[in-house]
């Protein structure tokens, strides 16, 4: 069995118009399983807090970092308000991970199917690939969140 090993990760809260760092979020321990899952989402709820990440990188001494800057829906142009509208809509917990499956129907996200994280390649997987195929339909995933708060990656996905 191969050890996990931890790394630091920090959140650092961006400012654009200054071109530096604002402030920490959060620092704590991640495996570098969940910090290659981290750096692939588009943005971040932490506290109850939505983060879009701008960028992330990892120093020389090994400590790695994500910068954010305040989620909006002006984030995300086309479906930014409908994102806001699934981000918020539900407040369930999940103890060991899951997935969170949101198709674009009319002006609107709906949750469709929840399945747990698995194996953090699978998850990786699913967050490189630009299209994905669910209950035999073909999606393009158009972004995604992790919540932490929730222990939930959401998918916010249109039929391709």
């Not at 790394?7 to 920490?24: F, N």
């Not at 990440?53 to 001494?61: C, I, P, R, V």
């Not at 509208?85 to 407040?91: D, F, G, H, I």
């Not at 490189?128 to 999606?139: A, K, L, M, P």
Request: aromatic fraction near 12%; charged fraction near 30%.
């Amino acid at each position: 069995m191969t050890e996990m090993k931890e790394t630091s990760l920090t959140y650092c809260e961006w400012d654009e118009a200054l071109s530096r760092v604002a402030g920490i979020w959060l620092k704590l321990p991640v495996t570098r399983e969940q910090l290659c899952i981290r750096k692939l989402v588009n943005a971040t709820v932490l506290r109850n807090k939505a983060g879009e990440h701008t960028s992330h990188e990892t120093d020389g001494a090994g400590e790695s970092m994500i910068y954010v800057k305040p989620w909006t829906p002006a984030s995300l142009p086309v479906y930014g308000e409908a994102v806001r509208e699934a981000l918020y809509e539900y407040s369930d917990i999940a103890e060991y991970g899951e997935v969170e499956y949101y198709r674009y129907r009319g002006e609107r996200f709906e949750r469709f199917l929840q399945q747990g994280m698995g194996e953090p390649y699978e998850t990786v997987t699913i967050l490189v690939d630009h299209y994905r195929n669910v209950q035999q339909t073909d999606y393009e995933i158009v972004y995604t969140i992790l919540d932490t708060d929730r222990n939930k990656l959401l998918l916010f996905m249109t039929e391709a």
